[in-house]
Antibody
Framework: EVQLVESGGGLVQPGGSLRLSCAAS????????MSWVRQAPGKGLEWVAG????????SYADSVKGRFTISRDSSKNTLYLQMNSLRAEDTALYYC????????????WGQGTLVTVSS | SSELTQDPAVSVALGQTVRITCQGD??????PSWYQQKPGQAPVLVIY???NRPSGIPDRFSGSSSGKTALLTITGAQAEDEGDYYC???????????FGGGTKLTVL
């Protein structure tokens, strides 16, 4: 079955860190760019970060640049998002998404993992 | 500006045609993608590129773009088309992605 399954969300204090994972299955993971997209409660979608199929290039939204790092492990078919210096405004449901081409269209989404930043 | 602007809400009578608008300078250079999101669910891609539908998306969904304005058209809207619709495109730099604020579609 073609799917993406996120994990690693939870409650973290402001200034803390968290690493999200996204396990891919049912397609050739190494052929596709991937991204993270988040959605704050009751709000719209916000693109967070993207990584090329090879992992050689990355891109970040200004709101997370310098605090978040996107990476991938082709041996595990897994996408990661390392989140440091977390803020209350980072509270959101985080989705991973498969890109048809680099920064083009997301044709497969996971169900999301919830990150709550609160003291 | 790298922003994408959408009307917050649109309504349509059952079986009628509705157009959802997305505006932004980057649309002069890049085609948008359109996503449908229903409550409690992940977004689903409905239109990408010039006017392409992924497998499984009904042909009542279509897309067009001219200048800084892109349209998602639903011809013969159905009750199951209710939800939030987001456009997405690269920003003017070409190195980042932006989503529009979303349009809530109500089918009356």
């Amino acid at each position: 079955e073609v799917q993406l399954v996120e994990s690693g969300g939870g409650l973290v204090q402001p200034g803390g860190s968290l690493r999200l994972s996204c396990a891919a299955s049912g397609f050739t993971f190494t052929n596709y760019a991937m991204s993270w997209v988040r959605q704050a409660p009751g709000k719209g979608l916000e693109w967070v970060a993207g990584i090329t199929a090879s992992g050689g290039s990355t891109s970040y939204a200004d709101s997370v640049k310098g605090r978040f790092t996107i990476s991938r492990d082709s041996s595990k078919n897994t996408l990661y998002l390392q989140m440091n210096s977390l803020r209350a405004e980072d509270t959101a449901l985080y989705y991973c998404a498969k890109d048809m081409e680099w920064l083009v269209s997301f044709d497969l989404w996971g169900q999301g993992t919830l990150v709550t930043v609160s003291s | 500006s790298s922003e994408l602007t959408q009307d917050p809400a649109v309504s349509v009578a059952l079986g009628q045609t509705v157009r959802i608008t997305c505006q932004g300078d980057s649309l002069r250079s890049y085609y948008p993608s359109w996503y449908q999101q229903k409550p409690g669910q992940a977004p689903v891609l409905v239109i990408y590129g010039k006017n392409n539908r992924p497998s499984g998306i009904p042909d009542r969904f279509s897309g067009s773009s001219s200048g800084k304005t892109a349209l998602l058209t639903i011809t013969g809207a159905q009750a199951e088309d209710e939800g939030d619709y987001y456009c997405k495109s690269r920003d003017s730099s070409g190195n980042h992605l932006k989503f529009g604020g979303g349009t809530k579609l109500t089918v009356l």
